[in-house]
Nanobody, 123 residues
């Protein structure tokens, strides 16, 4: 089992920045891909960004140019640096781990999930 704990959400004005962190514990010896998803009330959880075990990053179109994903395998931590935030970025953000080295965009392929972190962007 792998446990994921997120931190770093909060309230920010439009145009501002936030950094989310996700630290894994438990059986972290395998090569996991990591992803960030977000969800608004009544909507599906959607892919924002992901990073392979080797550090190759992937982004949804909505995140390209504004968000940066990174990981520190020695610390079992993945980060999502979010800049130029917009009100439409408001959502609960979830960290996820997949028991495979590659990133996929569908939530159903991820095996472990964090508890979620609220990000609210005011106009």
């Amino acid at each position: 089992q792998v446990q994921l704990v997120e931190s770093g959400g909060g309230l920010v004005q439009a145009g501002g920045s936030l950094r989310l962190s996700c630290t894994a514990s438990g059986r972290t010896g395998s090569e996991y891909a990591m992803g960030w998803f977000r969800q608004t009330p009544g909507a599906e959880r959607i892919f924002v960004s992901g990073i392979t075990w080797s550090g190759i990053s992937h982004y949804a179109d909505s995140a390209k140019g504004r968000f940066t994903i990174s990981r520190d395998n020695a610390k079992n931590t993945v980060y999502l640096q979010m800049s130029s935030l917009k009100p439409e970025d408001t959502a609960v953000y979830y960290c996820a781990a997949r028991k495979a080295p590659s990133v996929v965009g569908a939530a159903r392929w991820y095996d472990y999930w964090g508890q979620g972190s609220q990000v609210t962007v005011s106009p």
